[in-house]
């Protein structure tokens, strides 16, 4: 009874699961790529402000400092400063945060500001202040800095505060506005923007603005501290314009990035402490992405590496069959410009991480990226995928220095974190990850494990029970010969009797188990959480779901007819009963089964449900999917073939590698190819089965290589 796809959206299908299974990644603690449980609410800080941090900065004393813009009800700039475990830092501001209103209030928000952290510990930012009050809206250029303890600073412009005028002549343009794309500090601690400049003539040329320590316009630099990069009315070399953000090497020498608006594709350029170009760089000064790294996309992030290398950073949207996908490129240029061969052979990396975003669908931070450096070489890269069905995820790849993906890193080199953006990052000497952006809520900061700390797991021994089966809970701690107690959890509640279980063990690990038979019957989201001891920071598990159900429900139950040679899965208790009375002629059970999770079980959406009717006369069949887009690409593209009959069958979601969260197996999903003349699909948990089914011309649909449609108890 089931099918819609062609290959094509078989095809759509296994990229979008790039994303909607990756967010049911496991949480625990510890490993590299998990959450750190120590930060904030495992491993996430959200401040309630109406902005998002698009800059995070690490003291020495390993506070952290995040800077946004704000839209409402106040518009200006918006400065939190974070102790170490992710609390506010009370000596800062008001309670840890300060607002910073500028220009005309309920004008567009100081969007993305850009913020560097000076020797002295001052915080220097540069925004745009828009001025709506008049006939004519304009916005200026606006330097705030701050002291340490969050004050404005009076030695700096007019209160803390430099707003650079319009209407200036420069190389006989007259500007009209300035934004910038990145506040630097020079090695001599003069403070550099390189910003976008609008010109009455039209023309949009980069430029470089610096200023004296105490604010003021350093005349001797340009024409009145600016200098235009390359000519103001004409692209550089006849082929790039700059549009982006910029980076400072030691020896003073800056690298803008643009693009080549010729033929396409993204470019950098290197000027000299003049602002003029260096010609020993690329081709006359720049370096044409696309000819030394065929596989980037546009530049959004940038870093030099002690040797001199440049990684450049970015995104690459590209148009399929229901959505949009979503790749991060990093890519690593030599200090003169070519392309370094021994990253990624030169070419450049590219990782898909989702699709399924609508076309249509705004991504306010779509042009963010961000990249950082450890200390071993390995660059961590982060960006905001899309998940394919809602909401966009903070999302993270690890390179090797040879530009392939970490294995030991998240999911073979690749992380989804939680719902929210990601904007900045900034390593710390303890070797975690801090990844600053927003959720709906305000700023929000997570944490990330660089390298191994504690790492607590949970499996437990029969997986779906029934009700009064005694079922023993394992947890394994690894760490650094971990002591004391663990506490297993049905939910938020102590799980009575395993509350606390002394752990016993060797060097590296250590193990606990409990055993129960209070488990009343439905859907357990059990977990296990380690309190940590000298040696090893708290933990927790990830949440494993565990199915307690009366014999003989929660089933889903396959039949096969022999005419038609389909498959027909279902776990509606009064269709089971009607097919096994022979109220449907010819159907029989094939003897195959699995465990579905009770409807509501948390972590776990219901499938659509799809019939043919007589689409296919005189056979008919249905189809599940569990993802929503294309549920959706079915009831919009096929509803003539196709009538939605609903939602069923509660599963999880795989990764986009096919892997099931703890407590969870694989359900394959398999088509026909229209054999016969009319589609059809067979669902098994066997891989037995599916490589029969396979032998026999049958398609295994899904995440990873071999094809996982759901995750299933067990």
Known sequence: MNRFLTNSCSSLLAGMLALTGMIAAPLAAGNPGDLDA?????GVVVTPISASASAVLLQPDGKLVAVGGTGGPLTGLAVARYNPDGTLDSSFGTGGTVLTPLGDQGCVGAFGPTAVLQSDGKILVATVAANCGGDVFSVSLTLVRYRQDGALDDGFGVGGTVVMPVGQSVDGQ???ALSPNTVLVEPDGKPVVSAQATLQAGFTPGALIRFNLDGSVDSSFGTGGIKFLGPPDALINGVFHISGI???QPDGKFIVAGENQIHNGSAVARFDQSGALDPSFGVAGVAYIASVLPGFGSISAMLVQPDGRIVVSGRDEYSLQGGLGYALTAGRLNADGTADTGFA????????MGEGRDALRFDPFSRFTAVALQADGKLVQAGNPFDGIADFHIGLARYNPDGTLDSAFGRSGIVIGPVGFANAVAVQPDDKLVVAGANNNGFQLARFWLSGGTSVSLTT???????????TLSATVSGHAPTGNVQFLDGSNGLPGCESVPLVGSTSSAQASCTTAVLIAGAHALSVTYAGDASNPPAFSSSLIQVVSAPGTNVAVEYYYGPWNHYFMTSLSTEIAAL???VFPGWQRTGESFAVYPDGTAQTRSMCRFFSGQSFAPKSSHFYTPYQLECSYVQRQWFLAWGFE?????????DTFGNCPVGARPLYRLYNNGQGGAPNHRYTTSLTTRAAMISQGWIPEGAGTIGVIACVPG
């Not at 021994?461 to 079922?471: G, K």
């Not at 609903?646 to 795989?654: D, E, H, R, Y």
């Open 38 to 42: 120590t930060f904030g609410t495992r």
């Open 461 to 471: 021994s029969a997986n779906p029970s029934t009700i009064n089966q005694p079922v």
């Open 580 to 582: 096994d009375a022979g």
């Open 646 to 654: 609903g939602n069923v069958t509660p599963a999880q979601l795989a």
């Open 246 to 248: 910029a980076i400072v």
């Open 345 to 352: 052979g030169g070419q450049g990396a590219r990782t898909p």
């Open 174 to 176: 007259v500007i009209a």
